[in-house]
T-cell receptor, first 112, second 113 residues
Framework: EAQVTQNPRYLITVTGKKLTVTCSQNMNHEYMSWYRQDPGLGLRQIYY???????DKGDVPEGYKVSRKEKRNFPLILESPSPNQTSLYFCASSSGTGAGYTFGSGTRLTVV | GESVGLHLPTLSVQEGDNSIINCAYSNSASDYFIWYKQESGKGPQFIID???NMDKRQGQRVTVLLNKTVKHLSLQIAATQPGDSAVYFC????????????WGLGTSLAVNP
């Protein structure tokens, strides 16, 4: 089944403790992206990647890092999480220009 | 399930009626538009798309209309069912090559049995 897989689905952590949210897609998509979703603010792009070893900042990149060493994987790294990063996170991928996204099921992160 | 948005515009319809969800997009240079559906606790799911060289596209029970003159997009759902209850987002591809989507804030559709 074609899908984007995120892990974990739920995570509660403490301020300052580094964490990684994994994302993997099995559709051979070139383009991958991370979003956060907050009430009243909609979906905001954190980082995106147009291909292996090519990443760029989205609208809200502060406090996040990403890497794209392989085509299928696009992990999101929070080096020192803070409570304002409590949110619902989505990974998404797409094929070529003008293609719609396939989204993962989301990761609910709580930073206390 | 998780709430994906507070104070969203809400459309309430009776089961079996037709629904129309509207979206005003921001960039006159956008040339590709997509509607997504997000059910509670899930990620957004692609419904239908349309390119700017078209003004109407039909899918199964859904129709998207594009009015470039007034930068307006609508999603029509025929014979709305309880399973259609969700938040609906429109998205546009802005001018440029970074495939950056510009997202609307969403409309919540509630289907009453």
């Amino acid at each position: 089944e074609a899908q984007v897989t995120q892990n974990p689905r739920y995570l509660i952590t403490v301020t300052g403790k580094k964490l990684t949210v994994t994302c993997s897609q099995n559709m051979n998509h070139e383009y991958m992206s991370w979003y956060r979703q907050d009430p009243g603010l909609g979906l905001r792009q954190i980082y995106y990647s147009m291909n292996v070893e090519v990443t760029d900042k989205g609208d809200v990149p502060e406090g996040y890092k990403v890497s794209r060493k392989e085509k299928r994987n696009f992990p999101l790294i929070l080096e020192s999480p803070s409570p304002n990063q409590t949110s619902l996170y989505f990974c998404a991928s797409s094929s070529g220009t003008g293609a719609g996204y396939t989204f993962g099921s989301g990761t609910r992160l709580t930073v206390v | 399930g998780e709430s994906v948005g507070l104070h969203l515009p809400t459309l309430s319809v009776q089961e079996g009626d037709n629904s129309i969800i509207n979206c005003a997009y921001s960039n006159s240079a956008s040339d590709y538009f997509i509607w997504y559906k997000q059910e509670s606790g899930k990620g957004p799911q692609f419904i239908i798309d349309i390119r700017s060289n078209m003004d109407k596209r039909q899918g199964q029970r859904v129709t998207v209309l594009l009015n470039k003159t007034v930068k307006h997009l609508s999603l029509q759902i025929a014979a709305t069912q309880p399973g259609d209850s969700a938040v609906y987002f429109c998205a546009e591809y802005g001018a440029g090559n970074n495939r950056k989507l510009i997202w609307g804030l969403g409309t919540s559709l509630a289907v009453n049995p």
